[in-house]
């Protein structure tokens, strides 16, 4: 009997056993099928949870960079219209702030002043003559009337009248010149500005029309901002800009004029900035920031654009649940929404997530959340459930 018993309760286990063994492979099996059909309804995607927005339209003041180069507003070059002088003194230099009408350069004008006594000394003779000879002419006249003096000297006399008056105005305008060409031996400065380049020295004979100085009228500067074609049409004259470069600072300035031309090899336009001060001195590269007011933008929030291959982006959700990268432009953009181009409004944009997301992945969009209120009346109301369940125990 215990033969039995024994051999009885190896075969109940033995049973057992093999029931256990076809319950796992059971298991395993139903694991399988259900992997298979997951991976045959997703198409092997991702089921990452992630947070969505809808990008909006918004009017957001927009601001267009630019780049370029320091320039005079407009440079004058000072000249000598006398030549064949020496230069006596020289009274300003680079840097220097002058006046119109200041003086620039003295030339030695002894010969000048000697010509000038000359002449003045001539227009004495010729206003002596012509006294003279018009005297002459009045004696001939009252001759002739009386019958003393023929026609023929009468004609004499008024020619030699008009002869005097000729000289005198000869000997006048030879009078004026030297004058003008005395004054021209002091180069004066032309208009208000600040000296850049001065090609003089004291000794030097200098020829006519050759450069001395070069002077930023008024010293005022602007910068001549190399602006991408697809933004020429948004800057216009008047708007305000900030202007700053590395070594100098900031400064602002305000758009004076958009050139109507546009580079065509690089496809750039010129917009021309007046600059109110600063540091600046031309020939310097300098950046700006040209405010062109509000313009219409789609936003998304910061977080949601991405860089995939040097390219900014955001993974947008179609009607079926899966990402795909559009790439986008950034116009604007601070701590917590982007502007862009290149997107819809309207679109769903991913944000929570984005970044683990691959092209053609699955998601599941996480629900809203719920506002603050119906938070704490939902947690009013459970703390109102334990309150009577305890009451209800504590009868029990």
């Not at 001939?140 to 019958?147: D, H, M, T, V």
Request: some cysteine; proline content about 3%; hydrophobic content about 45%.
């Amino acid at each position: 009997m215990a033969n039995i018993k024994r051999n009885m309760r190896a075969g109940a286990a033995v049973v057992l056993v093999s029931l256990a063994l076809a319950a796992c492979g059971a298991s395993e099996d139903a694991k399988k099928a259900e992997t298979k059909a997951g991976a045959k309804a997703g198409g092997g995607a991702s089921s990452q949870t992630v947070s969505v927005v809808v990008a909006s339209l918004q009017n957001l003041p927009r601001t267009v960079t630019a780049s370029g180069t320091v320039s005079a507003w407009e440079e004058v070059p000072v000249g000598a219209e006398t030549g064949g002088l020496t230069a006596t003194g020289v009274y300003v230099d680079e840097g220097n702030y002058v006046r119109q009408g200041q003086p620039l350069v003295q030339m030695n004008d002894a010969l000048l002043r000697a010509q000038l006594r000359q002449q003045q000394a001539a227009v004495e003779t010729a206003n002596a003559n012509a006294s003279r000879d018009q005297a002459a002419l009045g004696r001939a006249q009252e001759l002739k009337e009386r019958g003393f003096l023929s026609q023929a000297s009468l004609d004499t006399a008024l020619a030699n009248q008009r002869a005097s008056s000729a000289n005198v105005a000869a000997a006048q305008a030879s009078l004026s010149e030297t004058r003008t060409r005395l004054s021209q031996a002091t180069i004066k400065a032309p208009v208000s500005g600040l000296v850049i380049s001065r090609n003089v020295t004291r000794g030097q004979i200098i020829s006519a029309g050759t450069e001395l100085f070069r002077i930023v009228r008024d010293g005022r500067l602007e910068l001549d901002a190399q602006v991408p074609e697809t933004d020429l049409a948004l800057v216009r004259s008047g708007q305000s800009a900030v202007i700053s470069s590395d070594q100098i600072g900031e400064t602002t300035g305000r758009v004076r004029i958009v050139t109507p031309e546009v580079n065509a090899e690089n496809r750039l336009g010129v917009a021309r900035i007046a600059l109110t001060g600063g540091g600046f001195r031309p020939g310097m590269f300098a950046r700006a920031r040209i405010q062109v007011g509000d313009q219409p933008a789609v936003t998304v929030p910061t977080a949601a654009v991405l860089y995939r291959e040097n390219r900014a982006g955001v993974f947008m959700l179609g009607t079926d649940n899966r990402a795909h990268f559009q790439p986008v432009t950034v116009l604007s953009r601070t701590t917590d929404s982007t502007a862009v181009s290149g997107l819809a409004a309207g679109s769903r944009v991913v944000v929570a997530g984005a970044g683990f997301l691959g092209e053609g992945d699955r998601v599941t969009v996480a629900p809203a959340a719920r506002p603050v209120a119906n938070r704490a009346s939902a947690a009013r109301t459970a703390a109102v459930s334990a309150a009577a369940a305890r009451t209800a125990d504590a009868k029990k």
